[in-house]
Antibody, heavy 122, light 107 residues
């Protein structure tokens, strides 16, 4: 059974940083691209970032480019999102999601974690 | 960016009703369109991929159709457990974008 478990969310002040983690199990992690998707309170879904299976393709939404960094550790079956220069509008539940194949463009999100909450407030 | 619109934004229907949600893309996305169901407090669940491909384990009352810019999601006979918000999502081009959602409840 595929399982994705996010952690690392917190209440932080504007301008600060966090590292979000996603522990994966139940599938061959290094065969798949992995994504982050976020959802602001009471709002819809926003795709944030993707890293391909071999780390050669990394893409970001314009809203986070230059501030967020996606990475993965295949030895630990883990996905990360380093979020920096946080703004109030980054407040959201951050989900990790398994992609449909090894490339980012196969963005069928078959499996999701339960999310980790990031709240940016002074 | 490709803009996705959905209608209606909310919908109230009775058990057993046929329910239809439409999704429109701002440009041709071929069939690179997914539909998700999100129940309150839960993560989204992929129901349909590639516009019309029903995911394994998803009840056959759910279906999808369309290509290009216009897509339709249908529940043939609404069940109480179908109460949720439904999102379409395109993956023809980066950034991947979602529709604003359709909130479905029981009349």
């Amino acid at each position: 059974e595929v399982r994705l478990v996010e952690s690392g969310g917190d209440l932080v002040q504007p301008g600060r940083s966090l590292r979000l983690s996603c522990a994966a199990s139940g599938f061959t992690f290094d065969d798949f691209a992995m994504h982050w998707v976020r959802q602001a309170p009471g709002k819809g879904l926003e795709w944030v970032s993707c890293i391909s299976w071999n780390k050669n393709n990394i893409v970001y939404a314009d809203s986070v480019k230059g501030r967020f960094t996606i990475s993965r550790d295949d030895a630990k079956n883990s996905l990360f999102l380093h979020v920096s220069s946080l703004r109030a509008e980054d407040t959201a539940l951050y989900y990790c999601a398994k992609g449909g194949s090894h490339v980012c463009l196969s963005a069928r999100f078959h499996n999701w974690g339960q999310g980790t909450q990031v709240t940016v407030s002074s | 960016d490709i803009q996705m619109t959905q209608s209606p934004s909310s919908l109230s229907a009775s058990v057993g009703d046929r329910v239809t949600i439409t999704c429109q893309a701002s440009q041709d996305i071929k069939n690179y369109l997914n539909w998700y169901q999100q129940k309150p407090g839960k993560a989204p669940k992929l129901l349909i991929s590639d516009a019309s491909n029903l995911e394994t384990g998803v009840p056959s009352r759910f279906s999808g159709s369309g290509s290009g810019t216009d897509f339709t999601f249908t529940i043939s006979s609404l069940q109480p457990e179908d109460i949720a918000t439904y999102y379409c999502q395109q993956y023809d081009n980066l950034p991947f974008t979602f529709g604003p959602g359709t909130k479905l409840d029981i009349k």
